[in-house]
Structure formats: structure tokens, C-alpha cells
């Protein structure tokens, strides 16, 4: 069975990240997966800014590449294939890694890949496995996307419900900078929700009894809010004591309607698998929530390892071994796109 060694790039926000993975296409190796956060430099505006966000990736790139070759204890003369990631994210970072990437790749005589960032999160539960890509009901959720997908193989996806608005990752960070918590809002959230109470506030869990298996967090966010104001009209703040009921009660919601559609979808599909990832997916509460659900439906459960939930190098070199293996490869022609869809799903009828 054939074999590759891929460098890849992931630029498409504020973090920088390079890995070097070798592999076929049932088995693959991370020699060096490195990443270089700027959420220090974000933190005091509340969100990332794209202009220090590009800005850093180009301060961090070339000593990264530099660290991740060392790791792995090789040259660039023996990467297979260059990959970088073309979209969806901020075009001013993804340039940064996306142009490098076709550098080396030029430079090295060698073919490049440009690729999907949310594919890399879509299959990023199976670099780790010893089977290769298997079928499954898949359940993207992050600061960007909430995507169930079914998932037959690679390269063939079909899209089974999305958010309309908020990504569930979205709503926290929002939901965290109302209530006055740091950025990003996710762990906070979870932490404070530890010590509170789920049924302290009743929140709404939009769509979940509808027949579709889309998600809205637009109207629990707004509902959130006003909570706040009832609480506190002269700023919105909620007294200290009230803000683990308030994270608690907010996460429950999400938690529930992410689970539910989920499990309804695999039975829709008939599908006894069912695979968790992005960097939502690394929520305690949320993974703790998948396997009761899974166990009371007789349903295997794969969550994302925790290194993969993030944004992160070594997912793209993962979907990357794949196109490189099967012979796609991407022209020096290719430009990033900002709002890059999968182009390989199929629409919901």
C-alpha cells in the first residue's frame, strides 16, 4: 500500500500551525504537529482582529515550519506533497499559510494541495485510528460551523442539517463576553458551569422539535440576554452570584439540542456510528452527554482526540494524504476562498 509524507499549514484564523504526517490511507503517523496561539493578543479585544492575526501568522510561520521539520527529524526533501488550508476562515490569514505553502512546494519541485478546512475537522476523529475513514454521522461543531454530515468516505459527504445563524461555539464566546468572562468564551462557560444549576433558568431549545435536523442559537443567545437585563437593567451584568446558573442553564440548552438532532439523524440514516469533532467537542459536559445518548441507542461513539479539536496542522496533512494518494492535487493557480463550502456535499432535498 502506498505511503506519502505531507507538510501542512493551517492559517485560517488567529492560530498558526504546521504538521509533518506519514501514512496510507488506513494508517497514519503525526512526526510533529505544532501550533502557535495568539488568543494573549486577542484576548484584550474580546475576538480576534484580522490584521494581527495575519500579521502574527507571518512572525510565526517560518519558525514553525523550522520546528515541525526538526521534530520529525527530516528535510524538506523528503515531504511528498505540500498543503495548506484554502478556506473557509479570515482571507488575510489564509493567505499567509496558503501562499507558503505553494512556495515550498514550488521551491521543492513538489506537488501542493489546497485544502478544506472543515473537511479537515469532518475526518479529523480517524487520524488517529488504524481502520482508516469509516461511515458514520458526523457532528462538526465549532466557533465557526455546527454541520451534521453524513459521512460514507472520503470525498463523500452528504450535508444533513446546519446552523442558520450562530455557530454553537459562537454562542458561547457571546454568550461569555455579555456576561463579562474572557475570551474565548467556551471554557469559561464550561468551568463556571460546573458549580450551577441546568434547570435554574428555563432557556429555549430552538428547532428541536422540528422535523428538520437544522440548528438556531440566535433566539437562546437573545433569551440569554434579556436574562441579564432582568437581572441587572442598569448594565446587564449578573450579580456574581448568579453567573454559574446562568452558564450552567445556557450550556445545557446547547447541549441538548446538539445531542438530540444528532442521535435523530443517525437514525434517520440507519447509522450505528457517530463521530464528534471540532473544538465544541472538547466540552466535558457535551462528551459526557454524546455517551449516554449513544449507550441508551445502542450507538458507537467517537469523539475527536483533544490535540484534533482545535484548529490544528495535522488534520489538513490528514485530508491531504488522502487527495495526494488518490492523485488530486491542486494548481499553483488556486487562490483561497474566505467562504469555502464543501463542495463535495449534497444538499438536503
Do not use: W
Amino acid at each position: 500500500m502506498s505511503h506519502a509524507t505531507i507538510l501542512a499549514i493551517e492559517s485560517s484564523c488567529d492560530e498558526t500551525a504546521v504538521a509533518i504526517l506519514r501514512g496510507n490511507r488506513l494508517e497514519a503517523e503525526i512526526l510533529s504537529s505544532e501550533i502557535s496561539s495568539q488568543i494573549d493578543i486577542h484576548q484584550e479585544y474580546g475576538g480576534v482582529v484580522p490584521e494581527l492575526a495575519s500579521r502574527n501568522h507571518s512572525l510565526a510561520l517560518r519558525p514553525l515550519v523550522d520546528k515541525a521539520l526538526a521534530q520529525a527529524g527530516i528535510g524538506l526533501e523528503s515531504i511528498d506533497a505540500f498543503a495548506a488550508t484554502a478556506g473557509p476562515g479570515l482571507a488575510s490569514s489564509l493567505l499567509i499559510g496558503h501562499t507558503a505553502a505553494k512556495a515550498m512546494a514550488v521551491a521543492s519541485k513538489k506537488p501542493f494541495l489546497s485544502i478544506n478546512h472543515m473537511e479537515g475537522h469532518l475526518l479529523s476523529p480517524f487520524i488517529d485510528s488504524k481502520q482508516g475513514i469509516q461511515e458514520n454521522t458526523s457532528l462538526v461543531v465549532s466557533g465557526g460551523h455546527t454541520m451534521i454530515i453524513q459521512t460514507h468516505g472520503y470525498g463523500n459527504y452528504a450535508l444533513l442539517g446546519k446552523t442558520l445563524d450562530d455557530a454553537a461555539g459562537e454562542a458561547f464566546d457571546k454568550v461569555a463576553k455579555m456576561i463579562g468572562l474572557p475570551y474565548p468564551g467556551g471554557p469559561h462557560i464550561e468551568k463556571q458551569a460546573q458549580s450551577g444549576s441546568p434547570d435554574a433558568y428555563d432557556f429555549p431549545r430552538s428547532m428541536l422539535k422540528k422535523p428538520h435536523l437544522d440548528f438556531s442559537f440566535s433566539g437562546l443567545k437573545t433569551a440569554v440576554l434579556y436574562t441579564l437585563s432582568e437581572l441587572n437593567p442598569v448594565d446587564g451584568r449578573p450579580p456574581e452570584e448568579a453567573i454559574p446558573d446562568i452558564c450552567a442553564s445556557f450550556q445545557a440548552a446547547v447541549i441538548e439540542v446538539l445531542v438530540k438532532k444528532t442521535i435523530k439523524a443517525a437514525k434517520q440514516q440507519n447509522s450505528k456510528f457517530i463521530t464528534l469533532s471540532g473544538g465544541v467537542s472538547c466540552n466535558g459536559a457535551l462528551k459526557n452527554a454524546f455517551e449516554e445518548a449513544c449507550v441508551k441507542n445502542g450507538i458507537k461513539l467517537k469523539v475527536c482526540s483533544p490535540a484534533f479539536t482545535t484548529d490544528n496542522a495535522a488534520m489538513i496533512a490528514y485530508v491531504a494524504l488522502h487527495k495526494h494518494l488518490n492523485g488530486e492535487h491542486s494548481p499553483f493557480s488556486c487562490d483561497v476562498d474566505p467562504n469555502m463550502r464543501l463542495n463535495t456535499l449534497v444538499l438536503r432535498k
